[in-house]
Structures are given as structure tokens and as C-alpha cells.
């Protein structure tokens, strides 16, 4: 029925979605996600969407738009069990045609192992800025 | 040799994570956090922090400072296994003699079980606005 490839770890499914993202491939990145879970999808600044349909939107959305980025993850740090895998990621986003980076962001990414392997349950990204008072000067003084 | 509470579920961890923030109690708020694995805290736009020695600071300097906050959860979507769970919640924030609430967040938090039972290994907000250009006309037009 579906020619979707299987990812044999959750660091194959992280690196098929930030391949689909660098691509603006909806296709690529819709065979990362879980069909079976009720998935979650928090763009930064953006209100969470629950359920592929809505998330397909949304990478439909950014893939049609003009801005081509790519993104490089680094200082990953990982909580992992048989069947699912969380993965804190520091992303740094390059724009196409620009030579400045994107503040960084940083992304929790959730990865559950099903019949047909490994595939991205929730991603939630948002920035995170070294210096918050110097990028944001808007932002609430509270924290939390 | 310890006092900490057992959290016999992850539900459970989370509600004691929310009282300890309503509360300001900085012993109850780090006895919801896991000793055991590599901790990771992002409050809504700041650094990423890793290991229990700054998260713990992070909550100290928010919970002596002047603002009071208290947290209601809503529209908690769950990925569970029997040693690890993700919850993705709403969260409703309210600040000490201020009637209107906070913009929403979303905050994505990664429950282990561990010989102690339940314990937060990961929480992660940030902003959630149901309108993000007009909560933050600054904003970038690219979503990720």
C-alpha cells in the first residue's frame, strides 16, 4: 500500500525530517510522521496543532512559501527507551540568500517506534535566544 | 536517605510540577525532577538548559522574584509507554493581582519511570498565541 520508507532509529527519522525541511519536500516529511498517533506540531510563535491534517497544512504552508532554510542541529541531548525516543535539539536556521543565521532555536522531538519503524510523534520548536533581553526587549520580565 | 515523594504516575508528577510553580517551592518544584537522567528545562524564550544544577537555579531566580504565578493546564494530548511519557499541554498562566491572563503557552513535558517512580526529565514552553502576528508583529513571516 505505501511506498513510505522505514527509519530503523529515531536519529534516521531526525535526519529524514530536517532533509524534508532543507528540501521544502511536503511528501518527505509527512512519511516522518506517526499515522497511528494523535500528533503534535508547535512552530515557533504559532498556536500547537494537533492531527496530521492540520500539521501536513502547515509544512504545506511554509513548502509553498518563498523562504528556503536549512537547518543544522547540534548539542542533542536524548532521553530514549525501546519504544520512544525524545531528542533536544539546538537548531540553527540559515535562509536562503541571506549570510546572517537565524537566532537559534531549540526543538524537543518525539519518536515512537511502530510495526514499520521509527517515526516522529510531536515537535515542538521555538526560539532561544543566548541573549533573551537583547532580542526580545518586548518580552515578560516573568520566565515562566 | 530522601523524602521526595513518589509519583505514581506521570499525571501525578505533573500536577505536583504545577502546584511546586504555584506555590513557589523550590524543594517540591526539584522534587518532580528526575536525579537520574540528564535534565532538560527551556522556559519561553530563553537559553536551553541542561543538567539539574541550572534548572534548579533557573527556578530559584524565578521563584525569588517579586511575581507570583499560577498555571492551569488544559488540552493535554498524551504519548505513553510504560517507562516514558510525553504530554503536551496548554498552559494558562495568571500573575498575582493582574485580572487579565497571560497570552497562552504550550509546554511540551517528558516523564521517566525510574525505581522512584515518575519523575520530569524534560519540560519545554514557550509562546502559544492563538493570533501570533498580532500578539507579536515582530515576528518573522517564516514559521519554523
Known amino acids: 500500500m505505501s511506498n513510505k520508507p ?3 532509529s529515531a536519529a534516521e527519522a531526525e535526519a529524514a525530517f530536517y532533509e ?3 528540501r521544502s519536500d511536503l511528501d518527505a516529511m509527512m512519511a ?9 506540531c508547535v512552530h515557533p510563535d504559532n ?7 492540520s500539521v501536513r497544512e502547515s509544512w504545506r504552508q511554509l513548502f509553498t512559501g518563498k523562504v528556503k532554510l536549512s537547518v543544522r542541529t547540534s548539542h542533542r541531548v536524548v532521553t530514549a ?13 540559515a535562509v536562503e540568500g541571506e549570510k546572517r543565521l537565524q537566532p537559534p532555536m531549540v526543538a524537543t522531538n518525539v519518536y515512537m517506534r511502530g510495526a514499520l519503524g521509527w517515526r516522529l510523534v510531536m515537535h515542538h520548536a521555538s526560539a532561544a535566544p543566548e541573549n ?3 532580542a526580545r526587549p518586548d518580552a515578560p520580565r516573568i520566565v515562566h
Open 6 to 8: 522505514t527509519f530503523t
Open 81 to 93: 527507551t525501546m519504544q520512544l525516543e525524545v531528542h533536544s535539539v539546538i537548531e540553527h536556521i
Open 47 to 53: 498556536p500547537r496543532l494537533v492531527g496530521l491534517a
Open 132 to 134: 533573551p533581553h537583547a
Open 32 to 40: 516522518v510522521w506517526s499515522e497511528d498517533e494523535e500528533v503534535v
Open 20 to 22: 524534508a525541511l532543507a
